[in-house]
């Protein structure tokens, strides 16, 4: 077990509504990332926070947007839900920006089923 | 950019058989590979990575890899399977090119057979 906690474990929300999930980082890490998870497939990577700066985006639309706080903990909102992003939602923290074969320490994932 | 392919989505073997998962990557740029380790409804755990040091990487629970740069390849083994082994396996790549995020594979499912 990682020290990384999400929430909620579970939503479900319908076409058009927003929503907002929540990630507490690793006692020590300053950089989250978040990826999306869809069913069968590997997580892929929406975009990364470094000291409440984004630091790099996937090829995910201006609708997925991000916060960090100043106790590193984060927030990954998500406008106008489409029914294709119902995903599991990962969140992972490591430390600075060292070398990049950090290891990235993942959380235990968001399901979000959009109706 | 840099990708990874995972050959198999899934893969099944005995109990106390080899496991073998295989995993190609590209990259314009040296690597660093991952291998994480899926249990359901659960997140994703580090069983080993390559960071340019030795190129047989011992990780968690008796699983090494091998990296093999004119194969591109960066395969899982582990020399006898137990049932708690049974879980979704991933490969991904990271590169100085990238804003330090992981490229994940596709996955393999690995069953155990008793």
């Known amino acids: 077990e990682t020290g990384v906690t999400q929430s909620p474990t579970h939503l479900i929300k319908t076409r058009g509504q927003q929503v907002t999930l929540r990630c507490s980082s690793q006692?020590?890490?300053?950089?989250v990332s978040w990826y999306q998870q869809a069913l069968g497939q590997g997580p892929q990577f929406i975009f990364q926070?470094?000291?409440?700066?984004?630091?790099g985006r996937g090829n995910f639309p201006p609708r997925f947007s991000g916060l960090q706080f100043p106790n590193y903990s984060s927030e990954l909102n998500v406008n106008a839900l489409e029914l294709d992003d119902s995903a599991l939602y990962l969140c992972?923290?490591?430390?600075?920006?060292?070398?990049?074969?950090?290891?990235?320490?993942f959380g235990p994932g968001t399901r979000l089923l959009v109706l | 950019a840099q990708s990874v392919t995972q050959l198999g989505s899934h893969v099944s073997v005995s109990e106390g058989a080899l496991v073998l998962l295989r995993c190609n990557y590209s990259?314009?740029?040296?690597?660093?590979l991952f291998w994480y380790v899926q249990y359901p409804n659960q997140g994703l755990q580090l069983l080993l990575k390559?960071?340019?040091?030795?190129?047989l990487v011992k990780g968690i629970n008796g699983f090494e890899a091998e990296f093999k740069k004119s194969e591109t390849s960066f395969h899982l083994t582990k020399p006898s399977a137990h049932m708690s082994d049974a879980a979704e396996y991933f490969c991904?790549?990271?590169?100085?090119?990238?804003?330090?995020?992981?490229?994940f594979g596709s996955g393999t499912q690995l069953t155990v057979l008793p």
């Open positions: 006692s020590g890490h300053n950089t």
């Open positions: 992972a923290t490591h430390a600075g920006q060292g070398g990049f074969g950090e290891t990235q320490y």
């Open positions: 991904a790549v990271s590169d100085s090119g990238s804003a330090r995020q992981l490229t």
């Open positions: 926070y470094y000291r409440e700066e984004e630091n």
């Open positions: 990259s314009s740029v040296p690597p660093y």
């Open positions: 390559y960071t340019s040091a030795a190129t």
